[in-house]
């Protein structure tokens, strides 16, 4: 029997399997009884949480604003969410007409399922985790493009051209910039020798952030651009495109849409915290397993509090300009965070001090080169804001010009 304080979902586990056991169920019954019901229940503390994130990001960007956030609904305004959320559910359900109703109504639960699916190999703990896949990272990966999936079906099906317009963006975004994530997501999978999120987790004695800065770096920006959250918001921006994708959507099926954007930043926190920061590892949690939860809480927090800083901050690109973010500067950095890292590692096996030494002052010294070439590249390319202005004419050139004529 597993000890509670060490494992207490595995002990609640064992024990529900031995009562239904007991009444009679069969074992293998029981099994894909306690699959389902620990799926509904990692899924309604995901779908909860948001209620929280929601507020706390609402109150943290009137922080930085320098403006109020909710203050009126409860202590705080801590009940806002709950508010907002009991008048989505109480709005009409609308189809527009034209629309391929199943695609339509389809597309919203494929964008929340794709990332509730990603928490199914999320280690909380050591032992605490849906699923241990050995091919964690590819998972990750393959069901990520579900979201890219479900913004398409939403434009297509939407009949609108605006919808249809906003989904040919996340063309030219999400799928653009899921190339240099990959590659940043091979860095600690190279230095763990394993696709298995738990296996990052537990090699990172040191964490991949001092290891592989740059690599960190380029995820976290394809990580922000992959929510399509501000500054990377042109797959819904309002201002120019009536909200893209979700123009015709309403009720409770935009606000699953909206449930999905912000799961999906706290997602994006969450997985940079177990790729790159050790996840569930700190002090004393051999002893006490348990404190592993608090310590990833605590990492995703801080990584969740830049993303929002940066939303908060940073006004939005235009399309050109994200573009060449991606393809001109991310793409061939994380390509070259890649090659020097393999090499390192490589010639350094068994020396973990000088490997650690060696990556960071190599990956100190390519973000400084790669910065250096994009200032000389910015001056030679750079446009004027401001046309030269045309000189006024003088009078003797007005005479000159009326005696030629």
């Known amino acids: 029997m597993t000890n509670w304080l060490e494992d207490p979902i595995h002990w609640i586990a064992e024990w529900l399997y031995g009562v239904l056991v007991g009444w009679g169920v069969l074992p293998s019954v029981a099994e894909v009884i306690l699959m389902l019901l620990g799926a509904a229940v990692l899924s309604t503390l995901a779908l909860l949480w948001v209620l929280f994130l929601i507020w706390f990001e609402r109150k943290l960007i009137g922080r930085i604003q320098d403006r109020f956030g ?4 409860g202590p705080w305004g801590i009940f806002q969410s709950v508010a907002d959320m009991i008048k989505i559910f109480t709005k009409e359900y609308i189809t527009p007409q034209g629309a391929d109703k199943v695609l339509y109504n389809l597309a919203p639960i494929l964008a929340v399922a794709s990332v509730l699916l990603i ?12 699923v241990n896949l050995n091919v964690g990272v590819v998972y990750i990966v393959a069901v ?13 099906a939407s009949n609108n051209k605006y919808a249809f317009l906003g989904a040919s963006r996340a063309v030219a975004q999400l799928i653009s910039y899921e190339v240099p994530m ?3 997501l091979l860095v600690p999978v190279l230095l763990a020798g394993s696709m298995g999120l738990n296996d990052i987790s537990q090699a990172q004695s040191v964490p991949y952030l001092v290891m592989a800065p740059v690599a960190a770096l380029v995820f976290f920006i394809t990580s922000m651009a992959e929510t399509g959250r501000a500054p990377f918001d042109l797959v819904e ?11 015709e959507y309403s009720g409770l099926k935009f606000g699953m849409f909206f449930v999905g954007e912000f799961l999906h930043s706290f997602t994006a926190a969450l997985l940079f915290a177990v790729l790159f920061l050790g996840g569930w590892r700190g002090p004393f ?26 939303r908060a901050s940073v006004p939005r690109f235009r399309i050109d300009q994200m573009m060449d ?6 793409t061939p950095l994380s390509i070259l965070s890649f090659l020097v890292t393999a090499v390192i590692a490589k010639v350094l ?17 390519l973000l400084l080169l790669f910065m250096e070439w994009g200032e000389r590249r910015n001056k030679r390319h750079r446009r004027p804001m401001v046309s030269e202005p045309r000189p006024l004419a003088t009078p003797a050139s007005d005479e000159t010009s009326m005696a030629q004529s």
């Open 285 to 310: 949690v051999e002893q006490v397993p348990l404190l592993g939860l608090v310590y990833l809480f605590i990492k995703t927090m801080v990584v969740y509090f830049l993303i929002i800083l940066v």
């Open 119 to 130: 928490w199914a190999v999320l280690p909380f703990t050591r032992s605490i985790m849906g």
């Open 144 to 156: 990520g493009g579900g979201g890219v999936l479900a913004i398409l079906m939403a434009g297509y």
């Open 349 to 365: 096996e068994g020396q973990f001090l000088f490997q650690v030494l060696g990556l960071l002052v190599a990956n100190v010294i």
């Open 325 to 330: 973010l991606n393809w001109k500067v991310l």
């Open 70 to 73: 909710p203050n009126r609904v």
């Open 182 to 184: 990959v590659i940043s």
């Open 237 to 247: 921006a309002e201002s120019e495109l009536v909200a893209g994708y979700n123009t």
